[in-house]
């Protein structure tokens, strides 16, 4: 059986406040989505892409990063890698090694502060060393696992960072960031950035936010993030945060709890992150989400729908987080659950770019799709 990121997860309500805080759980009608254009944009075609990020900088160019050089959705062979595109997505460059240790490199993100100096994030991890192939692979495999000691291995265990300042062509060492989540953190107003995570090999694995206050050059913990009645805290996972257009933040939270199993919860905070409100369900059946703040001052939340139909889909919030509306279809042919991870773009001329990776029916490696698309 191939190990896949469920299992992963596995191993290692609002319950009447929506009400009083504001909110709502009323959706409101699908806005019209047309898409411009599908394709593959992956340049390695016998191995595997996972879990990538699209950001867009302040000088037009797009960069993806993600976890590739792989065999399968766990293995021990995962690299952090990037390519580029400077005329919006119609090229990409073959991707460029960021990062690759002795162990797995997984999911990775990447985004660029208000200094201009490039941040890309990253997980470790060890899941593959208890699946390893019962077949011609299995060598292979286990002379990857002993590139280092056994005692050596559980120190390459942590959530990284590397940043480069001179747009991309070189790169600090990796160095710790407390917690992890697949798309990275955000800029804020104020200056500061924010990374909401996972503490990941930390005893309690608790979920919340970090700052930094030097460009992303260390992090501190700022608050942990509430768990509702009844849930339990290790089955929340991957959360990205964003600042809306009136300063409330909004984290949203992949949720594998009884009580809205597989559905986004959201939780915000007031007073720039220090104290956050308990998560609640949005009525949205899909994980992970990556928000975006459009230029009109609009919340767009981008999200894997590993059901039929398969692919991604995307909702709209115009009122700074407090609902959302029906989903729109980004991409809904997919072969498999084996896909996702959205991240999504406005272009200068205002239409949107989303990548995600995808196990097609016609390969047994998953690839980088794109979607570029526009809102009525």
């Keep these: ?34 898409i411009l254009e599908t394709k593959t944009i992956s340049q390695l075609p016998n191995l595997y892409h996972g879990w990538p ?43 460029r090694t960021l990062l690759d240790g002795p162990i797995d490199d997984r999911d990775a993100g990447v985004m660029e502060t208000a200094k201009g100096t490039l941040l890309v994030t990253t997980f470790t991890s060890l899941a593959y060393a208890s699946h390893f192939p019962n077949d011609g692979r299995r060598a292979r495999w286990l002379a990857a696992h002993q590139r280092i000691p056994e005692k050596e291995r559980n120190t390459e265990l942590g959530e990284w960072m590397i940043r480069s300042t001179d747009g991309g ?129 609009r919340l767009l939340m981008s999200y894997g729908h590993r059901r039929k139909p398969f692919g991604n889909q995307a909702r709209v919030s115009d009122d700074h987080g407090k609902s959302w509306s029906e989903p729109v279809i980004i991409s809904g042919d997919g072969a498999s659950d084996d896909l996702g991870y ?6 200068a001329d205002g239409t949107l770019l989303t990548v995600w990776y995808e196990q097609l029916a016609s390969s047994k490696f998953a690839v980088l799709r794109q979607a570029h698309w526009k809102l009525a």
């Design 1 to 34: 059986m191939t190990f896949t990121r469920r299992h992963f997860l596995k191993n290692t309500t609002s319950f009447g406040l929506a009400g009083s805080l504001g909110f709502s759980m009323k959706l409101g009608a699908a806005p019209t989505a047309t």
């Design 53 to 95: 990020t699209l950001t867009r900088r302040s000088n037009g160019q797009l960069l993806i990063v993600c976890s590739g050089g792989r065999e399968q959705h766990v293995c021990p062979f995962g690299r952090v890698e990037m390519q580029r595109s400077d005329d919006d997505g119609k090229t990409w460059t073959f991707p």
């Design 169 to 297: 062509i070189t790169w600090s060492e990796r160095y710790s960031t407390i917690v992890n989540s697949p798309h990275g953190p955000t800029q804020l107003s104020d200056g500061r950035l924010l990374y909401a995570g996972k503490k990941l090999w930390h005893e309690g694995e608790e979920i919340g936010v970090c700052e930094s206050r030097d460009d992303g050059k260390s992090w501190q913990w700022l608050a942990g993030i509430l768990t509702r009645p009844g849930d339990n805290h290790k089955d929340y996972h991957e959360l990205h945060a964003i600042e809306g257009a009136e300063g409330r933040l909004i984290v949203h939270i992949r949720n594998h709890n009884k009580a809205d199993h597989r559905e986004t919860l959201q939780s915000e905070s007031k007073d720039g992150g220090k104290t956050w409100s308990m998560p609640r369900a949005i009525g949205v059946w899909g994980l992970p989400s990556f928000l975006t703040r459009l230029r009109d001052g």
């Design 342 to 347: 959205p991240s999504t773009v406005e272009l």
